[in-house]
């Protein structure tokens, strides 16, 4: 992240699964879908909807999280406290202060309506798409925990 936001030291969620090595995302069956609530406050209508998670990085990594043409809607991302939402995030080289290894922002997904999106997380010089349950599951996957907004 370009100017890294106020972080905690944390490993990742047992529910979590670990992406070419350096982000951890709830994108395993184990993990539930994440829930939505509407009310967002910003100036995009599209984006009624927020899903709320911590991004959870390897310290001292470099890797972008890049969202594609969804084929279902408007989707945006942003971790940190003054977060925007944006189609792109670059995380590079967050200083491990506390020696755990990893960091855990606060954030999470803009979006139009429920969906099992697709991210790009790109490292390394590979990518991988990874699906993520927002108010609905994803196949395999539970459902969100406890009431989402639609």
Not at 22 to 33: E, F, G, M, Q, W
Not at 99 to 111: Q, R
Request: proline share 14%; glycine share 12%; net charge positive.
């Amino acid at each position: 992240m370009s100017s890294p936001p106020r972080c905690f030291s944390a490993p990742p969620p047992d529910d979590f699964q670990i992406v070419l090595g350096v982000v951890a995302l709830p994108t395993s069956p184990k993990a539930a879908a994440l829930g939505t609530s509407a009310g967002t406050r910003e100036p995009d209508p599209s984006l009624r909807l927020f899903a709320k998670t911590g991004l959870v990085i390897r310290a001292e990594s470099r890797f972008e999280l890049i969202v594609p043409e969804q084929p279902t809607g408007h989707l945006a991302i942003g971790w940190g406290p003054l977060s925007t939402p944006s189609r792109r995030v670059i995380v590079a080289n967050c200083p491990d202060g506390r020696h755990t290894g990893w960091l855990a922002y606060p954030g999470g997904y803009w979006l139009s309506a429920p969906a099992c999106i697709s991210l790009i997380v790109r490292a390394g010089g590979k990518d991988q798409v990874v699906h993520i349950g927002l108010g609905t599951p994803c196949p395999g996957q539970q459902p969100p925990q406890g009431p989402s907004d639609r």
